[in-house]
Nanobody, 122 residues
Framework: EVQLVESGGDLVQPGGSLRLSCAASGFTFSNTAMSWVRQAPGKGLEWVSTISPGGGSTTYADSVKGRFTISRDNAKNTLYLQLNSLKTEDWAMYHC???????????????WGQGTHVTVSS
């Protein structure tokens, strides 16, 4: 059974930092691209970032580029998202998701975690 369990969400002030984690099991993590997707209160899903299976290729939404960093540890079956210089508009539920080939890259696909909540407020 595929499981994705996110953690690390918290209440943080604007300008602060957090590191989110996603523990994966039930599939071959090292062969699978992974993504982070977020949903702000009252809004739709927004793709945040994707990392290739080996970690050598990463892509980011323009809204987070230069502030967020996606990474992975295939030995620990864990995906990470480092969030720096947080803004109130980053306030959202953050989900990790497996990703499949899509055009020239990868797109979030079949399996999603329940999410971890990031609140950015002074």
């Amino acid at each position: 059974e595929v499981q994705l369990v996110e953690s690390g969400g918290d209440l943080v002030q604007p300008g602060g930092s957090l590191r989110l984690s996603c523990a994966a099991s039930g599939f071959t993590f090292s062969n699978t691209a992974m993504s982070w997707v977020r949903q702000a209160p009252g809004k739709g899903l927004e793709w945040v970032s994707t990392i290739s299976p080996g970690g050598g290729s990463t892509t980011y939404a323009d809204s987070v580029k230069g502030r967020f960093t996606i990474s992975r540890d295939n030995a620990k079956n864990t995906l990470y998202l480092q969030l720096n210089s947080l803004k109130t508009e980053d306030w959202a539920m953050y989900h990790c998701a497996t990703s499949s080939p899509c055009g020239a890259g990868y797109c979030p696909s079949n399996y999603w975690g329940q999410g971890t909540h990031v609140t950015v407020s002074s």
